[in-house]
């Protein structure tokens, strides 16, 4: 029976849980809020991580975003070490954080859907 599955979306799972755990409990920094890491990207070596990450508690303005993250990339040496000592693996990944943006784009869509609909709904009346 083949595996549900492989190890690289495993490996992925635990990383993004232990990620999260180590940056709400580690980092103390105000400038970061609160950090939820929406998803991860592996390469399959398990070599190269790209974290996605979404905050709250701060203002959702391009610079306090570019910011937090920088915060989060300068302080990738100690979440690896962290990481290093929480998950058994022969080599700890390269981490490089980036912001979600599929949140916010999803949020600017359902406003534009909204929008959309009460424009029509407001047509449908007029013509009645």
Do not use: C, H, W
């Amino acid at each position: 029976m083949a595996r549900e599955f492989n190890r690289t979306d495993r490996v992925a799972e635990q990383l993004q849980r232990e990620l999260a755990q180590i940056i709400q409990m580690e980092i103390k920094d105000p400038r970061v809020g609160m950090v939820t890491v929406s998803g991860i990207d592996i390469s399959r070596d398990l070599y190269y991580v790209t974290a996605y990450v979404t905050f709250l508690g701060i203002p959702e303005d391009k610079k306090s975003i570019d910011s937090a993250v920088d915060v989060l990339n300068q302080a990738v040496g100690f979440i690896r070490s962290l990481v290093g000592k929480r998950m058994q693996m022969r080599v700890v990944p390269e981490i490089k954080f980036a912001f979600d943006q599929s949140i916010a784009r999803g949020s600017e869509l359902s406003a534009l859907i909204k929008k959309a609909r009460d424009k029509d709904g407001n047509t449908q009346e007029d013509s009645e």
